[in-house]
């Protein structure tokens, strides 16, 4: 079996040099014709077509982070070479912090937190509750699993309609309406593109329980900030739990920092301490992948956007 060149940008860090050469895979600089790219840096979109300008010999890029919608805007999948991103390989961590979201939400915490006398009794249980979650992907599996000791109902709502195992049913988006009355929890774990850009709005809110609880461990543009503040405002759902947030960071003196039935946490359900290792498993996995001719992990679709 032959090596491949394989470039790691914009910094060759040690631990993916490591997993390329584990792969077995020849680290190359970008000057050096490499025939991979492995981009190890989100933000730096164009440092990456600085890269693929240099070495046009690239046939295969690997990004760093599970949603592409960066790289999608720029039209930068042009059918010259495959891309993957991470998606699925974050799956474990991202669920595990939408279900400490949700629970930590339907427990009132955020409220016992700041209080500083006894109060009243809160707080709601999920065990056999209704469930959405929009987005069929790999956090979606990840958290129906975490979700089964709690015998939870899940819907999902995804862009087709091929059933997810572990649902209950699965509903194409333009069903969206019918799934979101009677759910004690929507969680948001799918792919920001230009059909899901705001897709959780005034409408959507207005369909909510008003015990229930949004979770958002997707993409902050998913939801219309400002219906979002009014809901909550109003007692329109009984909360929100948000990893990520429109804008983002979310700026110091903005609302949503004072209502006590908003949960923000800075876009770390998956840290880089958590990512790292497994984005390195990935690389290694699909450098021997690519290697062997064989088909690899987390191919992006262009069309669908991720
Ligand atoms: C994180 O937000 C990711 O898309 O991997």
Redesign the pocket.
Known sequence: MTSVRVAVGPRQSRRFVQAVTDGGGEVVAVGEEPEALVWLD?RDVDGLAAALRAAPGIRWVQL?????ENVVSREMFDGSRVWT???G??AEP?AEHALALALAGLRMLPRRIEARSWGEAAGTSLFDRPVTILGGGGITRALIALLEPFRAEVTVVRRTADPVPGARRTLPTAELAAALPGAAVVFLALALSPATTGIIGREELALMEPGAWLVNV??GRHVQTDALVEALASGGIAGAALD?TDPEPLPDGHPLWGMENCIVTP?T??TLEM?QPLLAARVRENVARFVAGRDLVGVVDPLAGY
């Open positions: 989100p760093p982070f599970a949603g592409v991103c991470a998606k390989a974050y991202v997707a993409r990520v876009h359900a998956d990512t």
